[in-house]
């Protein structure tokens, strides 16, 4: 069983910066397609950024697509979300996930497509 832990949220101004990490218990991060994905009270939870296990090829939302990045340390068990230029509209709860599966990019945005998640970090965009 594969366990996710990701690093505290926190409050943060709009148009300011704040990185999340997700460390997996077992294997390194390149081991698992990695993703993120977030959720706001009464909405389904939504895609954010994925990296793939293979090629560590990224794939982002478009609503995120030029803010956020995300990596990971290659050899090693986490996997890191970047997040710029924040607005108030990515205040949500973000979750880690992670799959043994390769999917294709077009594939990486789907949530049923993942195995693990982790228990999820609150990330407040507000002044």
């Known amino acids: 069983q594969v366990q996710l832990v990701e690093s505290a949220g926190g409050l943060v101004q709009p148009g300011g910066s704040l990185r999340l990490s997700c460390a997996a218990s077992?294997?390194?991060?390149?081991?698992?397609?990695m993703g993120w994905f977030r959720q706001t009270p009464g909405k389904e939870r939504d895609f954010v950024a994925a990296?793939?296990?293979?090629?560590?090829?990224?794939y982002y939302a478009g609503s995120v697509r030029g803010r956020f990045t995300i990596s990971r340390d290659k050899g090693k068990n986490t996997v890191y979300l970047q997040m710029n230029n924040l607005k108030s509209e990515d205040t949500a709860v973000y979750y880690c996930?992670?799959?043994?599966?390769?999917?294709?990019?077009?594939?990486?945005?789907?949530?049923?497509?993942?195995?693990?998640w982790g228990q999820g970090t609150q990330v407040t965009v507000s002044s």
């Open positions: 990296i793939r296990r293979d090629d560590g090829h990224p």
């Open positions: 996930a992670a799959t043994t599966k390769n999917w294709n990019l077009g594939s990486l945005s789907r949530d049923d497509l993942y195995d693990y």
């Open positions: 077992t294997r390194a991060s390149s081991a698992y397609t």
